[in-house]
T-cell receptor, first 112, second 111 residues
Framework: EPEVTQTPSHQVTQMGQEVILRCVPISNHLYFYWYRQILGQKVEFLVSFYNNEISEKSEIFDDQFSVERPDGSNFTLKIRSTKLEDSAMYFC??????????FGPGTRLLVL | RKEVEQDPGPFNVPEGATVAFNCTYSNSASQSFFWYRQDCRKEPKLLMSVYSSGNEDGRFTAQLNRASQYISLLIRDSKLSDSATYLCVVNRDNYGQNFVFGPGTRLSVLP
């Protein structure tokens, strides 16, 4: 199974700080996604990214969030000014042209 | 109404039992459907896609009823290793851009 990796595995930050979560998809993946999962809740779609631009985003993905793929490899999610309610597991996913999305192991973000 | 709903669970079954999970979706334009499993504090992993004609993969059988907007997963001869949360996932469009996850149904297979 294709492997998507994410760093860091855990991140603790103070409220108001910026965090950057990183994802390294398989090199020939074309579509990239971020999801989050608040503890005990369902997985929620944040944003999809294709051809170096956002193709769709949810209402959760407000101005505090941004994504980019600066070097054609890493796919990053930035949260500009974290809030307590941003504490969650953040999953990156990637896929080729088909439908199967492969998920990374996640980054657990804790905002204090 | 939530876009994807699942049996609330948890399901506690003995080894060897057959267990069925149900899922309904509200968006009739949904294009494709999947079952993922998620182990505690791990990422979702694809279990199987769900095709209109129904499909089987070993002990796992998935069914789709588009008219009723209903998806099911049947696990036969359940193993201890089947213990996980099973996520019903619906893809809203043709481009695979937006997965909508159900809340999941937790399964515990007991020795």
């Amino acid at each position: 199974e294709p492997e998507v990796t994410q760093t860091p595995s855990h991140q603790v930050t103070q409220m108001g700080q910026e965090v950057i979560l990183r994802c390294v998809p398989i090199s020939n993946h074309l579509y990239f996604y971020w999801y989050r999962q608040i503890l005990g809740q369902k997985v929620e779609f944040l944003v999809s990214f294709y051809n170096n631009e956002i193709s769709e985003k949810s209402e959760i993905f407000d101005d505090q969030f941004s994504v980019e793929r600066p070097d054609g490899s890493n796919f990053t999610l930035k949260i500009r000014s974290t809030k307590l309610e941003d504490s969650a597991m953040y999953f990156c996913a990637a896929k080729l042209a088909g439908e199967t999305q492969y998920f990374g192991p996640g980054t657990r973000l804790l905002v204090l | 109404r939530k876009e994807v709903e699942q049996d609330p669970g948890p399901f506690n079954v003995p080894e060897g039992a057959t267990v069925a999970f149900n899922c309904t979706y509200s968006n009739s334009a949904s294009q494709s459907f999947f079952w993922y499993r998620q182990d505690c504090r791990k990422e979702p992993k694809l279990l199987m896609s769900v095709y209109s004609s129904g499909n089987e993969d070993g002990r796992f059988t998935a069914q789709l009823n588009r008219a009723s907007q209903y998806i099911s997963l049947l696990i036969r001869d359940s193993k201890l290793s089947d213990s996980a949360t099973y996520l019903c996932v619906v893809n809203r469009d043709n481009y695979g851009q937006n997965f909508v996850f159900g809340p999941g149904t937790r399964l515990s297979v007991l020795p």
